[in-house]
């Protein structure tokens, strides 16, 4: 079992920043990638950034350039740097890690931004 535990949301205006953390714990070794989605009202949750043990990285086409996923391993930590935010980028914001055989979710942080 992996858990997760993320920090760092808040209320910000339309281009400013906020970077969130997300610290594992638990079955850590077990894990292969760490990633954040989001998920607004009437909408699935969707893929912000991912980060895989290999080092490769991906981004939602909507994030590219503004958004930068990072991981402190010696921390068990992920971090998503948020930068020129927009109102469309408010949601709730989750962390998530996948080993092998499934993916493990953070609780949840908000994410506001006011035009």
């Known amino acids: 079992q992996v858990q997760l535990v993320e920090s760092g949301g808040g209320l910000v205006q339309a281009g400013g920043s906020l970077r969130l953390s997300c610290v594992a714990s638990?079955?850590?070794?077990?894990?292969?990638?760490m990633g954040w989605y989001r998920r607004t009202p009437g909408k699935q949750r969707e893929l912000v950034a991912r980060s895989t043990n290999g080092g490769s990285t991906n981004y939602a086409d909507s994030v590219k350039g503004r958004f930068t996923i990072s991981r402190d391993n010696a921390k068990n930590t992920v971090y998503l740097q948020m930068n020129s935010l927009k109102p469309e980028d408010t949601a709730v914001y989750y962390c998530a890690a996948d080993d092998n055989f499934r993916r493990y979710w953070g609780q949840g942080t908000q994410v506001s931004v006011s035009s």
């Open positions: 638990g079955s850590i070794f077990s894990i292969n990638a």
